[in-house]
Nanobody
Framework: QVQLVESGGGLVQAGGSLRLSCVVS????????MGWFRQAPGKERDFVTA????????YYSNSVKGRFTISRDNAKGTAYLQMNSLKPEDTAVYYC?????????????WGQGTQVTVSS
């Protein structure tokens, strides 16, 4: 089993920044590429970004490209999502998931989610 635990969500004003973390534990040898998804109220869960094991391959959705940055520290078993220039439409529950190597990934493992609220 693999466990993913997100943290770092909160309330921020538009234009502000937040940094989310996702700690991976358990059978981490089965976790390679990782991704972030988000689900706004009344909407489907959407892909946000994904990063390969080495960090050399990264994908972003068009809605966050240029504002969000995904990274990872394999020694710490942690993935990060730096979110800058936040907009009210970024308000959602953010989930980390694995494995996820592209926008069309179907992750096996999911975190419990962390709420991000951006006020206007």
């Amino acid at each position: 089993q693999v466990q993913l635990v997100e943290s770092g969500g909160g309330l921020v004003q538009a234009g502000g920044s937040l940094r989310l973390s996702c700690v991976v534990s358990g059978r981490t040898s089965s976790v390679y590429a990782m991704g972030w998804f988000r689900q706004a109220p009344g909407k489907e869960r959407d892909f946000v970004t994904a990063i390969s094991w080495s960090g050399g391959v990264i994908y972003y959705s068009n809605s966050v490209k240029g504002r969000f940055t995904i990274s990872r520290d394999n020694a710490k078993g942690t993935a990060y999502l730096q979110m800058n220039s936040l907009k009210p439409e970024d308000t959602a529950v953010y989930y980390c998931a694995a494995p996820c190597s592209s926008q069309r990934c179907s992750p096996t493992y999911w975190g419990q989610g962390t709420q991000v609220t951006v006020s206007s």
